[in-house]
């Protein structure tokens, strides 16, 4: 116990003693968190549509008008032909082009049913199912709109309708920010665990210092603990103020218990610091030990849910981010804080963060012992 | 010019004694365009969602098997009472829960109206968004093919063509992308070391008392990593057509031009932090911390950058990765040529000369 604490101390002394790294572990993930969120907008709205009316009449200018009073869709361009509009989807001018047929009115009131055609630009797959489904809704409005208006038409409107209600729960006004705050949050956390501990060990391999603590008759797991423990409280602290900024500039407040988010945030540092050391007994140069860290890095960023729904994903891509634990602990963090979920709701990414950090530090103590005797 | 053929071998020599290096040069870019390419999708679907059924009619049964049957939900129980929906959301096990009120069919005949509740869990609102219109859509289906409405007078029948990606599909938005931020990522860390690491083993004195012009160390230090860049490109290339089946629609050789540009670009940048660093680790924190975020956010294949506040729109112009993936998009995917892409060529070919000229005028033959 008392080795522990002079490691311990020495571990802090030395993190306190580099001037350059303080500001980059604490100040860069705070201007991070408050920048990225501004660029991190997913909510699709400016649309940028193409509109091509060939028909000039009552009903096609009322129908552009309210398109473009919806709030999704920004006129960009109003072509003489179809082919124009679709050359403005070809050169990204344009998100969607909406033909409006000849005679469109005309044809309308004479045969009931008429056409309008969207061509939409498919390459982003989630604007153009977005876009799809806006300009279809507002359509169908449309279309309710002038029946109403229509005396012919009041007749029949009396059909029986099946409606749908629809609610929004945990985030009624569909605030993008409260859905990715917290994701940021967890790879801020992530990039300061994995990369400081991994090359927090490396450097003591490469200015030699590891030598000395080898003949020393400190115990390996001691020595690890004593590696462990000061990013823990780095961590905490940098988590800390994550929560206290998202408090502060975007007014989120977990729904869920305090306790609760620390516990599993333990439990997320423990697995994290685990394969940061694991890293760092594979490396022998800090060169070395930033390629790998950086290479699971960007691949656990990229899948873990931060930006894309780990749900939409194939089953065995989803069976290989199971064991990213940064996965684990983003569900955890969106559950807690917007829906106020508990210990019982959040019990299996807590032990599967667990499993895996248990596996990643006897992985690293094993072979550390290896390299070192 | 036998001078500099030696000094090349040199630097190829050493890039290929490390290891983990290697593997962040080949590995990083196969497995992002396999796990990224098959992994990462904007679809919807099999979303869990559960039933609560207070009517149990006829209607209500045929609406639920046609809700089952489609490939964007699945119904994953029952339940007996909204009580149990709170803990439903709360597990993150469901996406979505369908009501129906009691007497549901005896509603719709009598009173010709009826009324589906649907709660959908907000916290991913995309998600939320998407699945309520998948089932508005489903029961809009319903009303006409149970003939409901199929005598509504003046009916505008959207024709809706997806053009480009009828499958809406993840990879062709995704390998532009990566394409990008691999390219970037692996020339601008690679450089950023190569010139500081020298300085700090002190083997530039020699190199600078040495006879050997200051351009040619810069072009010894560039060519492995220009040379494995190029590599890299063709192996993206062949790896999206081979696994996802994504050819390059438009010609492969503006393609290859635009992306040699782009990658000359991206190790001047890396040249650039690497004369200014004094140190490995901060040469390497620098383009991590400098170069990763703001490639992934500002290129505009995550988010797009219209949407974007417009001070880091303007921002956004200053990244390389922006225009080169506007080049790959219209030249890969849509197959467009020269005439459409000259605009983007041109800046990066800017930026290109511009940071070329600046690292060439920062490089000190003097440490101190």
């Not at chain 1, 020393?216 to 905490?236: A, D, R």
């Amino acid at each position: 116990m008392k080795t522990l604490l002079f490691l311990l101390e020495k571990e802090f002394r030395q993190i306190m003693r580099n001037k350059q790294m303080i500001p980059l572990l604490l100040i860069a993930p705070v201007i991070q968190l408050v920048l990225l969120p501004l660029a991190a907008n997913y909510t699709v709205k400016n649309i940028s549509i193409a509109v091509v009316d060939n028909d000039h009449s009552t009903f096609s200018r009322k129908l552009i008008n309210k398109i473009t009073a919806s709030g999704y869709f920004r006129l960009t361009g109003y072509t003489a032909s179809y082919k124009e509009a679709l050359s403005m989807v070809e050169q990204d001018k344009a998100d969607l082009a909406l033909q409006i047929p000849i005679n469109f009115e005309r044809d309308l009131v004479r045969e009931n049913s008429n056409k309008v055609f969207i061509a939409i630009n498919a390459i982003e797959g989630t604007k153009a199912g977005l876009g799809g489904a806006y300009i279809g809704s507002i359509i169908n409005d449309f279309n309710a709109e002038i029946r109403g208006d229509w005396p012919a038409a009041q007749v029949t409107i009396a059909a029986p309708q099946i409606t749908t209600v629809s609610s929004y729960w945990y985030n009624p006004f569909m605030n993008y920010n409260l859905y990715i705050v917290p994701a940021i949050l967890v790879t801020l956390v992530t990039a300061m665990a994995a990369m400081q501990s991994a090359f927090n060990i490396v450097q003591e391999k490469e200015s030699g210092t590891i030598e000395q603590i080898n003949v020393t008759p400190i115990k390996k797991y001691i020595f690890i603990l004593g590696k462990l423990i000061p990013f823990m409280v780095l961590g905490t602290i940098l988590f800390t103020i994550g929560l206290l900024i998202s408090w502060l500039l975007y007014g989120i407040v977990p729904v869920g218990n305090l306790f609760v988010l620390y516990v599993s945030l333990f439990f997320y540092l423990f697995s994290m610091l685990g394969f940061g050391l694991l890293v760092s007994t594979y490396s022998s140069t800090q060169q070395q030990a930033m390629s790998l860290a950086f290479f699971f890095i960007l691949i656990f960023n990229m899948l873990s849910g931060v930006f894309n729904s780990v749900d939409s994903m194939p089953q065995w891509a989803q069976i290989i981010v199971e064991t990213f634990p940064p996965s684990h602990f983003i569900k955890i963090m969106r559950m807690v804080v917007l829906k106020g979920s508990g210990f019982g709701d959040i019990s299996y990414h807590l032990a599967a963060m667990f499993v895996i950090g248990l596996i990643l530090n006897t992985w690293a103590v094993l072979n550390y012992r290896k390299t070192s005797g | 010019m036998k001078q500099l053929i030696v000094f090349i071998k040199k630097e190829f020599l050493q890039v290929f004694r490390d290891k983990q290096s290697l593997l962040m040069l080949f590995g990083l870019p196969i497995a992002q365009i396999v796990l990224f390419g098959f992994a990462l999708s904007n679809e919807v679907k099999n979303s869990k969602i559960v039933v609560a059924d207070y009517s149990k009619d006829v209607i209500t049964t045929q609406i639920i098997s046609k809700i089952a049957s489609g490939k964007y939900f699945d119904i994953e129980q029952s339940l007996q009472s909204a009580n149990q929906l709170q803990a439903a959301f709360k597990k993150g096990t469901i996406k979505m829960a369908v009501i129906f009120p009691a007497n549901f069919a005896v509603d719709l005949l009598h009173t010709n109206k009826a009324s589906i509740q649907i709660i959908a869990d907000a916290s991913d609102p995309n998600v939320a968004t998407t699945v309520t219109n998948y089932i508005t859509q489903i029961i809009n289906d319903y009303n006409v093919q149970l003939g409901l409405s199929s005598a509504q007078p003046l009916q505008i029948v959207p024709e809706v063509q997806m053009m480009y990606n009828p499958e809406l599909r993840g990879a062709p938005n995704f390998i532009p992308g990566v394409m990008a931020l691999v390219l970037m990522l692996v020339c601008t860390m690679m450089t950023s070391v190569a010139i500081v690491k020298e300085k700090e083993l002190g083997t530039m004195e020699i190199l600078l008392v040495s006879p050997f012009k200051p351009l040619y160390i810069i072009i010894a230090k560039l060519t492995p990593n220009l040379l494995i860049s190029i590599v890299n490109f063709f192996i993206i290339i062949l790896l999206s057509y081979v696994f996802l089946d994504l050819q390059v629609k438009g010609s492969l050789l503006l393609l290859t031009f635009c992306s040699i540009l782009f990658i000359l670009t991206s190790l001047s940048i890396g040249l650039l932090i690497s004369i200014s660093a004094q140190t490995q680790q901060a040469a390497m924190m620098g383009s991590l911390m400098g170069m990763m975020l703001p490639t992934m956010l500002l290129t505009g294949f995550l988010f797009p950058v219209e949407n974007m506040p417009v001070a880091l729109q303007w921002l956004a112009n200053f990244v390389p990765s922006r225009w080169y993936f506007i080049i790959v998009k219209q030249v890969m995917l849509k197959g467009l040529g020269i005439t459409s892409v000259w605009k983007e060529t041109l800046i990066l070919l800017g930026m290109c000369v511009g940071l070329f000229a600046i690292s060439l005028k920062k490089f000190k033959i003097r440490l101190q």
